[in-house]
Structure formats: C-alpha cells, structure tokens
C-alpha cells in the first residue's frame, strides 16, 4: 500500500515552530476543542516527550543480562523555552506568581511570588494546545498537526538569567494527565492527541 499521508499531517518538509496556548478546562475537562485559548508568547524551541520507564527482570540462566522488561513509567510532557512571555500568562504557569493590576485592570503595577508548599500538581491543570507551523512557515489548518493535552506546568526550577550575551528564556514544563474524554477505541484515556474526536 502506497504511503500517502504522514501520521501527523504535514507530507511536506517543514519546520518545528508553531504556536503556544494554554486555556482552563471547565469542570468536566471535555472542552479542549471549544475552549478560550490565550497564546503564551514566542519561544525559541518546544518538545513533546514520551517519558519511558523499564523495570529489568533478570533470571540466573541469563546471566547479568535481563530476561524480560517491564514499563513502570509511562509519561508525556511538553516542554518549551518562552522568549516574550505575557505576564498575564506566567501567572497562570508559575506556582506562586502573583500579578497586581491598577483599577483599570490592564495595567500591571506589581509582579511578586510567593511560596505554594503542599500545592498539589493535579490541582493546576490547563489545556495545553501546540499548533505546528506548515511547510511555508504559517500556523497549520492540518487538525492533525494540532497537538493537545490536558497538562499541569511541572517545572523544577524556574532561572532568569540577567547578563550582556544571553538572551532571556523561560524553561516552562508541562506533564501531561490522562484525559478521560478522549480514548480510543479501546477506551483508554490519552495523554496527548491531534486530530478530530469522531
């Protein structure tokens, strides 16, 4: 059979940039297509990562060699290096950051952060939308070249380097939770997915 249509869209050379947004899932968490997405800003690079665990079983007969493994660890996560962040967004994105605004509500007059200790990941999730770039550099129409997940910012360390020959990035990761309302037909919840829900 002839191979017409590459798994993820694009048949055609292209680039890796796209597009960034993040939205609040209503409290179903079933409206990642319908949302209101808001743009995270420019970025200089983004990853979606399958994160594999293995457990080795080993058996004398086989020596230090293992005889099977089994996956103990099974994650998705997206990470992204944000150049011009909104800081309306950060907020959204950083645990703790707190953003004071003037009676006029636009106008930002502080930005602090402050300590979440016991602040539990599940408790932050976002829709996370990438929307890749087609081969003449534009946001894809392609549905399968629109990546979502519902997704919590999970950074370990967040590092704001001020210097002469540095540019300023913000390492933003995002670990992915199943979403129960999209499965396949096994009924298994995804931690990712592009595409159409039929």
């Keep these: 059979m002839a191979q017409t249509n590459w798994v993820f869209g694009n048949t055609e050379l292209s680039l890796g940039p796209g597009v960034i947004a993040i939205a609040q899932p209503n409290t179903a968490q079933d409206d990642w297509d319908s949302a209101s997405y808001n743009d995270l800003g420019g970025f200089s690079s983004a990853t979606l990562r399958d994160a594999l665990g293995w457990t080795e079983l080993k058996e004398a007969q086989k020596g230090d060699g293992w005889a099977d493994k089994v996956l103990t660890a099974d994650n998705s996560e997206l990470e992204c290096a944000l150049t011009r962040p909104y800081v309306e967004r950060m907020e959204d994105i950083i645990p703790g950051l707190y953003v004071d605004y003037a ?13 979440r200790i016991g602040k539990r990941l599940s408790a932050s999730k976002l829709w996370v939308r990438f929307k890749a770039n087609d081969a003449n550099g ?11 997940t519902l997704a919590a910012p999970s950074m370990e360390s967040i590092e704001q380097v001020f210097d002469a020959a540095t540019q300023r990035t913000y390492p933003i990761m995002f670990g992915a939770f199943e979403c129960e309302a999209v499965t396949n037909a096994a009924g298994q919840p995804a931690l990712w997915w592009t595409g159409r829900i039929p």
């Excluded at 009676?103 to 300590?115: A, F, K």
């Excluded at 534009?138 to 990546?147: A, G, Q, R």
Aim: no cysteine.
């Design 103 to 115: 009676s006029n509500g636009t106008t930002v007059q502080q930005v602090s952060r402050h300590r």
């Design 138 to 148: 534009i946001v894809s129409t392609n549905p399968l070249e629109h990546y979502y």
